[in-house]
């Protein structure tokens, strides 16, 4: 990634083009997530969610598949706690249009092979 954002709203965009697709750079956003998740295990008004990570952690209490579903429902708890949108402004949103459009457009996809298998 190139250390100029295409867009620096409120959460910097890096965009890189590889030969079959447009990466986008969220490391801002990233870092935002997790500071939104461990506030969440932290928040001393409700421990809930540090009390359920405990619970996971406590071998002796499930087997691994016994401890899947409450696994699945402290990911989707703390999800719900966690940033997932970014506001962008008109610029800085036709700045990255108008920089995915021109990268997108230079893509190649590459023909998908014949599918017969060889003997």
Do not use: F, K
């Not at 409120?10 to 965009?15: C, D, E, M, S, T």
């Not at 750079?25 to 001393?44: F, I, K, Q, S, Y």
């Not at 962008?88 to 230079?106: E, K, S």
Request: no cysteine.
């Amino acid at each position: 990634m190139t250390d100029n954002p295409n867009t620096t709203g409120p959460i910097p965009v890096y965009v890189e083009v590889i030969p079959t697709a447009v990466v986008l750079g969220l490391d801002a956003l990233t870092r935002l997530v997790v500071g939104d998740v461990v506030d969440a295990l932290l928040d001393p008004a409700d421990t809930t969610l540090w009390d359920r990570l405990h619970e996971l952690a406590d071998t002796e209490r499930a087997t691994p598949e016994e401890g899947r579903l409450p696994y699945e429902e402290l990911v989707a708890a703390l999800t719900d706690r966690a940033s997932s949108r970014v506001p962008l402004t008109p610029g800085p949103a036709r700045d990255l249009a108008t920089t995915l459009r021109m990268l997108a457009d230079r893509l190649t996809i590459p023909r998908q092979q014949d599918g017969r298998w060889a003997a």
